[in-house]
């Protein structure tokens, strides 16, 4: 099983930035892809951003420009560099991870989630 650690989460003025990280710990599994996503009261969970192992990325329209995920793939580990911070981004950020494995021929995926880490933009 997989387990993932985020840190970087607090407060900050609008207008400021923030990186979180994510490690993923306690596999030998190869992680295909990793991602964020938030969640504010009252409101469902979204996706932030997403990365492959190959590098290939994907933002939710209201992040773009301002956020930047990566991942370092030897320490398994994802980023979430946030600018330009404004109070609709307060929410508890969540660190997902998606492995494959392959049993007997058949395909399946595995998916993780930490536990969260909460960002919270205000003056």
């Known amino acids: 099983q997989v387990q993932l650690v985020e840190s970087g989460g607090g407060l900050v003025q609008p207008g400021g930035s923030l990186r979180l990280s994510c490690a993923a710990s306690?596999?030998?599994?190869?992680?295909?892809?990793m991602a964020w996503y938030r969640q504010a009261p009252g409101k469902q969970r979204e996706l932030v951003a997403g990365i492959t192992d190959g590098g290939s990325t994907n933002y939710a329209d209201s992040v773009k420009g301002r956020f930047t995920i990566s991942m370092d793939n030897a320490k398994n580990t994802v980023y979430l560099q946030m600018k330009s911070l404004a109070p609709e981004d307060t929410a508890v950020y969540y660190c997902n991870a998606v492995s494959v494995v392959e049993d007997s021929g058949d395909y399946y995926a595995e998916d993780y989630w930490g536990q969260g880490t909460q960002v919270t933009v205000a003056s």
């Open positions: 306690g596999s030998g599994r190869s992680i295909n892809s």
